[in-house]
């Protein structure tokens, strides 16, 4: 079936450098793209979306790339801080579906 | 503002018990969806609601049932637990779809 993945499990950054988050995705038909932040023992929180019209969009420290070429997703983030250490997840949605298909999450971790 | 609710927090299962989880959701959203996730996997939709009195399969629906009798609740229920259902649940809701889905806290499910 199809799936979205990403590249790596777990991402080690220096606090204050910028993180990049991969995923790729395989449904060629997905139009609409979110990523979601988890904390440990908490629900996943809204990062930032983008719809398949778009190939970029920023919000505040975060920027969100798509490649429809290649189907692939990155979230990045600006002058990482300790507070977004934590479980990064991509997903894909297909118009008419209502489904929300994610990804296996990327650990961040950031070292002081 | 609660946002989205879910109980219990915690709860432990004997293999063939039964049990019900309750998601509710104080947004007025049309549509509510349950997850599960597991170790090292991102979340898989088990079902879902487009609006009240409607409920649809998601990924991995087998062992679960669902009932959205009104609009502001969503239940999953487990009529016969088994080992494979610990998990951690998750409900979300959304107003429109595609959009920014609002999670619940999680459920921790053990079925011993």
């Known amino acids: 079936g199809e799936s979205v993945g990403l590249h790596l499990p777990t991402l080690s950054v220096q606090e204050g450098d910028n993180s990049i988050i991969n995923c790729a995705y395989s449904?060629?038909?997905?139009?609409?793209f979110i990523w979601y932040k988890q904390e440990s023992g908490k629900g996943p929180q809204f990062i930032i979306d983008?719809?398949?019209?778009?190939d970029k969009r920023q919000g505040q420290r975060v920027t969100v790339l798509l490649n429809k070429t290649v189907k692939h997703l990155s979230l990045q983030i600006a002058a990482t801080q300790p507070g977004d250490s934590a479980v990064y997840f991509c997903?894909?949605?297909?118009?008419?579906?209502?489904?929300?298909?994610f990804g296996t999450g990327t650990r961040l971790k950031v070292l002081a | 503002n609660a946002g989205v609710t879910q109980t219990p927090k915690f709860r432990v299962l004997k293999t063939g018990q039964s049990m019900t989880l309750l998601c509710a959701q104080d947004?007025?959203?049309?549509?509510m969806y349950w997850y599960r996730q597991d170790p090292g996997m991102g979340l898989r939709l088990i079902h879902y609601?487009?609006?009240?009195?409607?409920?649809a399969k998601g990924e991995v629906p087998d062992g679960y049932n669902v009932s959205r009798l009104k609009k502001q609740n969503f239940l999953l229920g487990l009529e016969s637990a088994a080992p494979s259902q610990t998990s951690v649940y998750f409900c979300?809701?959304?107003?429109?779809?595609?959009?920014?889905?609002?999670f619940g806290e999680g459920s921790r499910l053990t079925v011993l």
């Open positions: 609601s487009v609006g009240e009195g409607t409920t």
């Open positions: 947004m007025n959203h049309e549509y």
């Open positions: 997903a894909d949605y297909t118009s008419g579906t209502y489904k929300y298909i």
């Open positions: 979300a809701s959304n107003k429109a779809s595609p959009g920014e889905l609002f």
């Open positions: 449904n060629s038909a997905s139009d609409y």
């Open positions: 983008i719809r398949s019209n778009m």
